[in-house]
């Protein structure tokens, strides 16, 4: 078998045995295969074999024709990606993307069978669906060639699965073999996309299909000639009651103010502050006024694009044990269909240009469109191309998830969690209006703190008094002592939490220093996560809060456990 030979190294076995396997295909064209290999920039070595249809033109790799790529890359394990590439003149910044969404538009008949039904995919080089980490080195920065691939599949080939990737090979010449008759005249197809790397003279959109040179890999779609009027955004802003009504946040009367004036503005917002201070009630407290619906999800670092927008999955079938791929819309997605605004807690956690993916185009406003590598599968069992924004963008072969101008996105991040703390990036920034919500006053603080500690009343002054004086001095004083003496002062959620956890607690323990204390350690240490320089001085402050000397030695090895800080 060629394909075990190649994985082997051993090149001369793979020129005996790929005739056999090329030949056996039935392709109109002969093809010819070409080997390579480079060390990619961070080292890690890689081998290729292409194999594309010979005689169209005199150098294959370098003219903008389609062909077969095997890139083996990495070592114990190898990983081996193979799929339809883009030869081209060069490979620098966004230069890929935009070539690559003119091919798939152009092929998309060929590619779309391949991604629904053999799990091909398209991705750029920074997803983590193509790095992995090798002896410690990651291999994510490797080459933009990556995203040549117009398609593709990553593999970890071995015994078991050595037949089935020959097979997806053999699918891939046979759909480059159709390729090139969708592609002629080559030369002009070659020209057009040599123009597209150099970012000069850009060929006009084919007909009906909008601009295929849209950056993110999305095609952005304009409205179609006969499309209606645009309706304008309804004037929630004016109908706002006068005395917003925020439940128990207090001192948020101003961050109100702000959010609400830049989303009736036209922005996305992001709520940043320390952990506890209210940015998701806050969040959610201007979506009741307004009132408009809205739904809440927590990002985490898993996150992608199919996690926000979709892509697709298995989808069983009733009466069959088949399981087509359809498409499957992500959160973005199905909160835009339902015209429900989309609240994002903890945002930091994601990596947030991965995950938005195509959103980005969407946010920037403007009533765009975008239209996705996908195809939804429809009740006839036809498939329409997918695409994500305005109404008036459905055409006959478009399935539209529709974007009311009205709709906003609400994120929240926090700004004390260093350890899972992503960058958010400019083009991000520049999307959303960033507002930053404050900790309350001490005054407000000390309120907040006296309502919550009422629970305890039932169990006398002493137990009441005592746990309400050690947490306003932990939590309420703003400079000199607590937390506000090393600047990490948190929002009053957390304190909450923590009598609610002292009002059962008391059952077993009735020493207000020792109660609090267990309750520091379950609720407040956590958020120290990553702060190893400032153990000593967070269990000083805490110590002197509680009238102890020191944190007892328990206490202190729970605290190194977050921070990090070693004995």
């Known amino acids: 078998m060629f394909l075990s030979s190649f994985i082997a190294n051993e090149p001369a076995s793979v020129n005996e045995e790929l005739p056999q396997f090329l030949g056996n295909l039935g392709t109109k064209r002969n093809f010819a295969w070409a080997f390579g290999s480079r060390d990619l920039p961070t080292g890690v070595p890689s081998r290729f074999l292409d194999i594309y249809p010979e005689g169209v033109v005199e150098k294959y790799d370098s003219f903008g024709i389609v062909y077969v790529r ?58 983590a669906d193509i790095w992995w980490r090798d002896e410690g080195v990651s291999v994510r920065a490797v080459t933009r060639q990556f995203e040549q691939f117009m398609t ?34 080559i030369r002009e197809f070659g020209k057009n ?62 961050a109100y103010a702000k959010v609400t004036a830049a989303l009736a503005a036209g922005k996305h917002v992001l709520l940043m502050g320390a952990p506890g201070v209210g940015k998701t009630e806050l969040a959610e407290a201007v979506c009741r006024q307004i ?8 990002a985490t670092s898993d996150w992608t694009s199919v996690h926000t927008i979709g892509g697709y999955m298995p989808v069983p079938q009733p009466g069959s044990d088949a399981e087509p791929l359809d498409f499957i819309p992500g959160v973005f997605t199905e909160a835009m269909a339902a015209n429900k605004w989309l609240i994002i807690d903890e945002m930091n956690r994601a990596d947030i240009d991965k995950a938005f993916g195509e959103m980005f185009t969407l946010l920037g406003g403007k009533r765009k469109s975008i239209m996705l590598p996908y195809r939804k599968r429809q009740d006839d069992g036809s498939y329409r191309r997918v695409v994500l924004g305005m109404a008036n963008t459905q055409e006959a072969d478009n399935h539209v998830y529709s974007l009311d101008p009205s709709w906003r996105l609400i994120g929240t991040m926090n700004t004390f969690d260093k350890a899972s703390l992503f960058q958010m990036s400019f083009a991000f920034s520049r999307r959303v209006a ?24 039932d169990g006398g002054d002493a137990l009441h008094e005592g746990v309400l004086s050690y947490l306003t001095a932990i939590f309420a004083v703003e400079s000199g002592a607590g937390l506000g003496a090393l600047d990490l002062r948190v929002g009053p959620a957390i304190p909450l939490d923590m009598i609610r956890f002292i009002d059962r607690m008391r059952r077993f323990e009735k020493e207000p220093a020792k109660l609090v204390l267990a309750a520091l ?40 456990t977050f921070t990090g800080a070693m004995d």
Request: aromatic share 8%; proline share 9%.
């Open 70 to 127: 095997l890139w083996l890359v990495g070592r114990d394990p190898q990983r081996l990606l193979i799929g339809i590439f883009l030869g081209a003149a060069r490979a620098e910044q966004a230069e890929p993307r935009r070539a690559a969404t003119y091919v798939r538009h152009e092929l998309e008949n060929l590619i779309d069978p391949l991604e629904r039904e053999r799990g091909f995919q398209y991705k750029t080089w920074g997803d």
């Open 152 to 185: 593709y599949r990553a593999t970890e080939p071995d015994d078991g699965n050595i037949d089935s990737i020959a097979e997806d090979i053999g699918e891939l010449v046979k759909a480059v073999d159709v390729a090139i008759d969708q592609l002629e005249p």
């Open 193 to 254: 996309i040599l123009l597209l790397y150099y970012g000069e003279n850009l060929p006009p959109a084919p007909a009906a299909a909008g601009d295929p040179f849209a950056e993110g890999g999305a095609v952005a779609v304009g409205p179609a000639a006969d499309a209606p009027e645009l309706k304008p955004e309804p004037d929630w802003f004016a109908t706002l009651p006068a005395v917003p009504d925020l439940g128990d946040l207090r001192g948020m009367q101003e």
């Open 291 to 298: 009132p408009q619906p809205y739904d809440v999800v927590t």
């Open 434 to 457: 960033v507002i930053e919500i404050a900790i309350p006053a001490e005054a407000d603080y000390r309120v907040i703190l006296e309502t919550g500690a009422a629970v305890l009343l």
């Open 521 to 560: 350690e379950s609720y407040l240490f956590p958020q120290f996560e990553g702060r190893h320089e400032q153990t000593c001085d967070i269990a000083a402050s805490l110590a002197a809060a509680l009238g102890m000397p020191t944190l007892p030695d328990e206490s202190m090895t729970r605290l190194r």
